[in-house]
């Protein structure tokens, strides 16, 4: 049993993502104690609608309460131009003014450069970003199959395990919200 608890969340819903591609390789190479479940819902979020805060949907009830159980996230996704993709950018927002970000170890990786604007929006809101735990791997189709290769699980291994003594350190220090 994990005692170590990693939500993952792509910033992508095309099936042949290779963000979330990266995020299910990750789970074949979690290190001991360590779980890690890739959040499949995002696409069911209506669009953010700040009339909405106190009576908001049941999807994102489910997302704020998946995010709350979690010890840490790990964030996959794109940029573009410069910016968050529409989906995350839409999470985040339903999200903000819940506070359920606040202190939360919080680890990005992507399939190709960037995150910068995903970066500044997670310190705004307050997660505690563990950049030792953060990767750039790019990911190679395998053949003519659209299966994937996964380009270094002993990097996601490592990752997740940095996430995890991040926050077990925090936990020592009082610094870590449960």
């Known amino acids: 049993m994990a005692n170590f608890n990693v939500l993952a969340i792509s910033g992508r819903l095309r099936a042949a993502s290779l963000n979330t591609a990266m995020l299910r390789m990750a789970q074949s190479c979690v290190p001991h104690g360590v779980g890690l479940h890739v959040y499949e819902e995002l ?19 489910h997302l704020r309460a998946a995010i709350g159980r979690s010890d840490a996230l790990l964030f996959a996704s794109p940029e573009y131009a410069h910016g968050i993709s529409g989906v995350l950018k839409n999470a985040l927002d339903w999200m903000v003014s819940s506070g359920v970000f606040v202190s939360k170890p919080v680890a990005l990786w992507n399939a190709s450069p960037g995150l910068a604007a995903l970066r500044q929006s997670l310190h705004a809101m307050s997660a505690r970003l563990v950049y030792s735990a953060d990767l750039e791997l790019l990911i ?29 350190s925090n936990l020592t220090h009082g610094l870590t919200q449960q």
Request: aromatic share 4%; charged share 15%.
């Open 43 to 61: 696409g069911q979020l209506p669009l953010f609608n700040p009339d909405l805060e106190g009576n908001e949907p049941p999807a994102v009830h």
């Open 140 to 168: 190679k189709p395998s053949g003519p199959t659209p299966s994937q290769v996964n380009p270094n699980p002993t990097a996601m291994r490592g990752a997740l395990e940095s996430l995890k003594l991040s926050y077990t």
